[in-house]
C-alpha cells in the first residue's frame, strides 16, 4: 500500500462537507431500506393470504418468500447500471435516481389490487413491483457509501461510512414501527398503510439528497481523464478476484440476515412461538440497538482494522447458529428479543459497519462504483432466495436445518476474510499518521 493509493481515498482531512454527506447518504439509505426491507416483513406476515390464497399457509409463504427473492435477484442489475453510471457521469445522480424510483415503486405496492380483487394479475403486479424495487435498491448502496467514504477523513472512514451503514437499522426501526402500529387496523390496511406512508420519507430524502455535492474523487478522476469506457468490464477483468471476495464477505451479512431476522420472523409466526406484535417489537428493539451498534463497529475499524472486525463477527455468528434457534424455541418473549437483538448488533451490524469502508478500499477510485456495488449487490441473489430456501430445509429437517445454513453462511464469510486483504492495518494506519503530519490543517470532522 502506498501513499500514493492512500490519496485516491480523498482528501486527508475530508471535505468541509463530509459531515452533510453522511447524514444526507444515511437518510437515503434509511428510506430506502424502510421500502425494501418493509416488503419482507409484509412478505411474512401478509402476503401469503393477501396475494397467494388458497393454499396451505405453509405454502403461501413460500409464495410470498419467493417474490421477496425476486426483488434481490434484481439488485446486481441495480448495482451493474448504478456502478456504471457513478463511475462514468457522478455518484450524486446516482443517488437521487435510485431514490426516486424506489419511493414510487413502494408507493404502487400500497396500491396494489390482491388476488381476491384481480385475481391472479395482483400477484404479477406484485413481482413486476418487486423487480422495480430491486433495480433501484441495486443502484443506491454504491452511491450512497463512495459519497460518503470518499468526502471523509483518511483516518475516519470507517466512522462516516458507519453513519451511513446506520441508516439501515433506522429504516428497519421505522418500517417496524410502523407495521407495529398498523397491524391494529383492519383488513389490508395492516400492510398498505406502511407502503403508502413512505412517500413522505421519500419528499425528505429529495429535499437533503439534492444539496449533497459531488464526491472529490470522482470530479479528481474525470478531471485527469481516468474515466474509463466501460468501468464494470474493467473492474471484472482487472479486479474480478476481490469481487469474489467481496461476494463472500457479503454473503456472511446479508444472508445471514435472511435467516436470522427475515426468515425468523416467519419461523415465530408460524409455529406459533411468538405473537406478531411480539416479533415486531424484538425487531423494533433490535433495530434501535443496531443504530448504535453499526456506527460503534464502523468506528472501530478506524482503530483496529477492517479484517479484525469481520473475523469476529463471523466467528460468532458460526458459532451462534445453533443456540440461536435453542433460544427462541424456548418461547420466551425476553429470549426472543435478546435472540435478535445479538443476531442483528453483533452478528449482522458488525459486519455492515466493517463493509463500508472496506469495499471501497479494495477498488480503484476509477472503477470504485462498480467494483462495490457489484460485489455488494451479487451476494444479494443469496440472500433473496435465502428465506426461501430455509423453509424448505425447516420442512424436511426442522429448525437444525436454518441452524445448520446460517452456520454455512459464515463460514463463508470467515473463509473471505482470511484471503482478503486488510486495507487499513497498521502501515496504512502510520502513512496516515505521517501524511497529516506533514499536512497538519484542522480536521472538518
Request: proline share 4%; net charge positive; hydrophobic share 50%.
Amino acid at each position: 500500500m502506498s501513499s500514493e493509493t492512500l490519496e485516491m481515498r480523498g482528501p486527508i482531512h475530508g471535505t468541509k462537507d463530509a459531515k452533510r454527506v453522511a447524514i444526507g447518504s444515511s437518510v437515503g439509505a434509511t428510506i430506502e431500506t424502510y421500502d425494501f426491507i418493509g416488503f419482507g416483513t409484509a412478505a411474512a406476515l401478509y402476503f401469503g393470504h393477501a396475494f397467494f390464497p388458497g393454499t396451505d399457509p405453509l405454502l403461501g409463504t413460500l409464495a410470498s418468500f419467493a417474490t421477496l427473492g425476486v426483488g434481490f435477484a434484481a439488485r446486481p442489475l441495480g448495482g451493474i447500471i448504478g456502478g456504471h453510471l457513478g463511475d462514468k457521469i457522478g455518484r450524486k445522480p446516482v443517488l437521487v435516481t435510485s431514490l426516486i424510483v424506489m419511493g414510487l415503486a413502494t408507493f404502487f405496492i400500497g396500491l396494489l389490487p390482491t388476488y381476491e380483487q384481480v385475481g391472479v394479475l395482483a400477484p404479477a403486479l406484485l413481482v413486476f413491483v418487486r423487480i422495480v424495487q430491486g433495480l433501484a435498491f441495486g443502484a443506491e448502496w454504491g452511491g450512497a457509501i463512495l459519497m460518503t467514504y470518499e468526502h471523509a477523513p483518511w483516518k475516519q472512514k470507517g466512522r462516516f461510512t458507519g453513519i451511513v451503514q446506520s441508516g439501515f437499522p433506522v429504516g428497519l426501526l421505522l418500517a417496524n414501527l410502523v407495521f407495529l402500529l398498523s397491524v391494529q387496523l383492519p383488513g389490508d390496511w395492516g400492510w398498505r398503510v406502511p407502503f403508502l406512508a413512505s412517500i413522505l420519507l421519500v419528499i425528505v430524502g429529495l429535499v437533503i439528497r439534492s444539496k449533497v455535492p459531488e464526491s472529490p474523487v470522482f470530479d479528481d478522476v474525470k478531471n485527469s481523464g481516468q474515466i474509463v469506457k466501460s468501468p464494470i468490464m474493467d473492474v471484472i477483468r482487472t479486479d474480478w478476484r476481490n469481487i469474489l471476495r467481496g461476494i463472500g464477505l457479503r454473503i456472511a451479512e446479508t444472508a445471514g440476515y435472511a435467516v436470522s431476522i427475515t426468515y425468523m420472523i416467519s419461523y415465530l409466526h408460524t409455529t406459533g412461538l411468538a405473537a406478531n406484535w411480539q416479533t415486531l417489537t424484538a425487531l423494533s428493539i433490535a433495530s434501535a440497538v443496531g443504530i448504535f451498534a453499526t456506527y460503534r463497529w464502523g468506528r472501530l475499524t478506524d482503530r483496529v482494522g477492517r479484517r479484525t472486525v469481520y473475523l469476529f463477527a463471523c466467528a460468532f455468528a458460526a458459532l451462534f447458529g445453533i443456540p440461536m434457534f435453542l433460544m427462541v424455541n424456548t418461547g420466551s418473549f425476553l429470549m426472543i428479543i435478546a435472540t435478535i437483538v445479538i443476531s442483528y448488533a453483533i452478528c449482522q451490524n458488525s459486519m455492515a459497519g466493517a463493509q463500508g469502508a472496506w469495499f471501497p478500499e479494495l477498488f480503484q477510485a476509477k472503477t470504485r462504483s462498480s467494483g462495490a456495488s457489484l460485489a455488494y449487490q451479487i451476494s444479494a441473489m443469496v440472500s433473496g432466495f435465502t428465506p426461501f430456501i430455509t423453509t424448505l430445509l425447516f420442512m424436511q429437517f426442522g429448525w437444525m436445518g436454518p441452524a445448520a445454513l446460517f452456520i454455512g453462511y459464515a463460514l463463508i464469510g470467515l473463509w473471505a476474510a482470511l484471503v482478503t486483504k486488510e486495507t487499513w492495518g497498521a502501515r496504512e494506519r502510520r502513512l496516515a499518521d505521517q501524511a497529516i503530519a506533514a499536512n497538519p490543517q484542522k480536521s472538518c470532522a
